[in-house]
T-cell receptor, first 107, second 122 residues
Framework: DIQMTQSPSSLSASVGDRVTITCQAS??????LNWYQQKPGKAPKLLIY???NLETGVPSRFSGSGSGTDLTFTISSLQPEDIATYYC?????????FGQGTRLEIK | QVQLVESGGGVVQPGRSLRLSCVAS????????MHWVRQAPGKGLEWVAV??????????ADSVKGRFTISRDNSKNTLYLQMNSLRAEDTAVYYC?????????FGVGNYWGQGTLVTVSS
């Protein structure tokens, strides 16, 4: 199974800050990675697919980069509505696996 | 628009069984693989199982293999998860999710149900 190590597990930042979350895969997953945002009581929402493609309707302050084993998710200017937990997910091979999540808070 | 509606959750004793359903609409159900993903209270996301569009191929997480069975009825646009020998650690919200590509198993994308809560407790 491919292990996804996501960091940090929690993050506190101010409105307007640039925020970066990383996911390290235990083996090469090419660009087979999604990034999700999840708010309490809701299903995850896809933000980025294929590591760097912005899902339709998602604000452009969200972006993804990287390939192989080291992938990155960035919010260029944090907004209050971005408070949520973020997950990476690999789909290079079954079983699909998720990172452990990053809880993002406003400072 | 794509809609996925889960049902069948509830409180069940350890060792008992439960069957979840997921009714799909807004897309050609018979053309897409379907997944189950769960989330224990306060925890992260865990992929559970997938079934191919035609019901022939199915894959499971090790944590549920031999206890859970995924199935589908394309005539009813419905996905199922039969859960046997339930354990306390199976307590979670269970989501069904549509695969991103048709006629193959590729991955979970942006279409998820609202989830149904399963609580395993005596």
């Amino acid at each position: 199974d491919i292990q996804m190590t996501q960091s940090p597990s929690s993050l506190s930042a101010s409105v307007g800050d640039r925020v970066t979350i990383t996911c390290q895969a235990s083996q090469d997953i090419s660009n087979s990675l999604n990034w999700y945002q999840q708010k309490p009581g809701k299903a995850p929402k896809l933000l980025i697919y294929d590591a760097s493609n912005l899902e339709t309707g998602v604000p452009s302050r969200f972006s993804g980069s990287g390939s192989g084993t080291d992938l990155t998710f960035t919010i260029s200017s944090l907004q209050p509505e971005d408070i949520a937990t973020y997950y990476c997910q690999q789909y290079d091979s079954l079983p699909i696996t998720f990172g452990q999540g990053t809880r993002l808070e406003i400072k | 628009q794509v809609q996925l509606v889960e049902s069948g959750g509830g409180v069940v004793q350890p060792g008992r069984s439960l069957r979840l359903s997921c009714v799909a609409s807004g897309f050609t159900f018979s053309a897409y693989g379907m997944h189950w993903v769960r989330q224990a209270p306060g925890k992260g996301l865990e992929w559970v199982a997938v079934m191919s569009y035609d019901g022939i191929n199915k894959y499971y997480a090790d944590s549920v293999k031999g206890r859970f069975t995924i199935s589908r009825d394309n005539s009813k646009n419905t996905l199922y998860l039969q859960m046997n020998s339930l354990r306390a650690e199976d307590t979670a919200v269970y989501y069904c999710a549509k695969d991103t590509q048709d006629y193959t198993i590729f991955g979970v994308g942006n279409y998820w149900g609202q989830g149904t809560l399963v609580t395993v407790s005596s």
